[in-house]
């Protein structure tokens, strides 16, 4: 699932930084939440607060379906925010204003989904069901933690300090991958930045 998010968003935004931030970031949230999930219910941390008492066993498919839900969640909100810096970066070659420009347009939209999720998902936490409350608790987790510190810092940090190279592909690459459209209008094919 990675590796074709990977190639999507390669193919997509023509920029090997790019995907290559954008896998690592994503598991990046996903690992922090399953780190809350093990902290409250395996070592007690906070799990008293929560109706958790003693360690409690992670049963063996809720990492899976935090996994794919969580991805797609983040994946979503990169793409928004990517799509809007690509969209600047191919009309100014700004890379710096790029990702100000964007940030400043999605910041809010991306605040109030992850807003509307977590309370959706943080009200799975007062279920008496133990695996609906790990569920709960580990995905709204996940959304608070992708949304504010990975979207609206990490992502534009790095992609502020790569500058530039954030757009490089390989020549052979760019021949070789396909010319795909986030926003689905028909242009020629041409490099990022290109005036």
């Known amino acids: 699932v990675v590796g074709l998010a990977f190639l999507v968003i390669l193919a997509v935004f023509r920029g090997l930084l790019v995907a290559v931030k954008a896998a690592v970031l994503n598991v990046l949230s996903i690992a922090a939440s399953y780190g809350v999930v093990v902290a409250v219910f395996q070592w007690?941390?906070?799990?008293?607060?929560?109706?958790?008492s003693g360690d409690v066993p992670i049963e063996s498919y809720v990492p899976m379906m935090m996994f794919a839900i969580v991805f797609g969640l983040s994946m979503d909100y990169e793409i928004f925010l990517l799509s809007r810096i690509h969209e600047a970066w191919v009309r100014t070659g700004d890379p710096r204003a790029s990702v100000a420009?964007?940030?400043?347009?999605?910041?809010?939209?991306?605040?109030?989904?992850a807003?509307?999720?977590?309370?959706?998902?943080?009200a799975f936490v007062i279920s008496d069901n133990i695996v609906v409350k790990m569920l709960g608790l580990g995905l709204a987790a996940s959304v608070l933690i992708d949304a504010t510190v990975v979207r609206l810092l990490l992502v534009p940090a790095v992609m502020t300090l790569l500058g530039r190279a954030a757009w490089w592909i390989p020549g052979p690459l760019d021949r070789v991958?396909?010319?795909?459209?986030a926003e689905g209008s028909a242009k020629p094919p041409g490099r990022a930045g290109a005036k």
Request: charged fraction near 10%; glycine fraction near 12%.
């Open 177 to 181: 991958l396909p010319h795909l459209d």
């Open 115 to 122: 807003l509307i999720m977590v309370s959706v998902f943080a």
């Open 44 to 52: 007690g941390w906070g799990g008293p607060a929560l109706g958790v």
């Open 101 to 113: 420009h964007a940030l400043e347009i999605t910041a809010r939209v991306i605040t109030c989904a």
